[in-house]
């Protein structure tokens, strides 16, 4: 059984720095994409960042580019979004994805519950 | 950055009716990467529809997706009560993008 489970998240204050983990069982790691989508209390989906099987190909969001960084150790099967500069508008769930192919163009068939961040003072 | 366009915002039907959901594009498409997900309060999303028209391991044939170009459709021909849920579609050709979600809710 595919399992993700996101953790990291928690209330900081604006301008600071947060590490979310996502740990990846039940599927081989290295053979999939995976991804980062946020979804802001009451809003829609909102794709973050998405990385290949072997980092290789990486892709941000033009709201996160510069600030957020996304890697992963294969293994540890695990997935990381370092995220840097933090802003009231980053407050949000966090979801880890898997990617259903070796690259990050493609969709993203299993999630996480989520780890939930908020930057507030 | 392609921008997705979902319509209706909200849709109000009734179990066994059909329901058809609109995404539209802001420029084309490329191959087809167009994809569609369910998302019920509380949960996280889950994928229906993938390639604009495959439906994704144990979707229910009731779902079925169309379209191409910038122009897509989802379309849920009988209605069952776990359906009444948030649609979002996705595009994943040119790096990722979402539309903003249509609320099917019960009429």
């Known amino acids: 059984e595919v399992q993700l489970v996101e953790s990291g998240g928690g209330l900081v204050q604006p301008g600071r720095s947060l590490r979310l983990s996502c740990a990846a069982s039940g599927f081989t790691f290295d053979d999939y994409a995976m991804h980062w989508v946020r979804q802001a209390p009451g809003k829609g989906l909102e794709w973050v960042s998405g990385i290949s099987w072997n980092s290789g190909s990486i892709g941000y969001a033009d709201s996160v580019k510069g600030r957020f960084t996304i890697s992963r150790d294969n293994a540890k099967n695990s997935l990381y979004l370092q995220m840097n500069s933090l802003r009231a508008e980053d407050t949000a769930l966090y979801y880890c994805?898997?990617?259903?192919?070796?690259?990050?163009?493609?969709?993203?068939?299993?999630w996480g519950q989520g780890t939930l961040v908020t930057v507030s003072s | 950055e392609i921008v997705l366009t979902q319509s209706p915002g909200t849709l109000s039907l009734s179990p066994g009716e059909r329901a058809t959901l609109s995404c539209r594009a802001s420029?084309?498409?490329?191959?087809?990467?167009l994809a569609w997900y369910q998302q019920k309060p509380g949960q996280a999303p889950r994928l229906l529809i993938y390639g604009a028209s495959s439906r994704a391991t144990g979707i229910p044939d009731r779902f079925s997706g169309s379209g191409s170009g910038t122009d897509f459709t989802l379309t849920i021909s009988r209605l069952e009560p776990e359906d009444f849920a948030v649609y979002y579609c996705q595009q994943y050709g040119s790096s990722h993008t979402f539309g903003q979600g249509t609320k099917l809710e019960i009429k």
């Open positions: 994805a898997k990617g259903t192919e070796i690259a990050a163009a493609a969709p993203m068939d299993y």
């Open positions: 420029q084309s498409v490329s191959s087809s990467y």
